[in-house]
């Protein structure tokens, strides 16, 4: 029963929240304004140069693992008819 009412109690809190953030001050919602705080933020910036970085970092392993995979794939068939041509002589 008390999971219950923490999901209603959350419910109810969210929805007053979601109605506060709708008024308007000086013809812009809270909503905006703080969206626009959040995009203009130290915190916001550094996040989206590490994430940046992270990516690039992904892309290139990513990159390096598949043309060593090519690499390692392209001397294994090229050496199996020579092994198949030897055992066929012996």
Do not use: C
Not at 26 to 41: A, C, M, N, P, T
């Amino acid at each position: 029963m008390t999971d219950i009412i923490f999901v209603l109690k959350n419910f109810i809190m969210t929805l007053v929240l979601v109605y506060l953030m709708q008024f308007k001050v000086g013809g812009v919602s809270l909503e905006s304004r703080f969206d626009q705080w959040i995009k203009k933020s130290e915190i916001s910036h550094h996040s989206r140069v590490a994430a940046a970085g992270a990516a690039l970092f992904i892309e290139e392993s990513a990159s390096q693992v598949k043309m060593k995979a090519q690499s390692l794939w392209s001397s294994q068939t090229s050496s199996a008819p020579q092994r198949s041509s030897e055992k066929a002589s012996k």
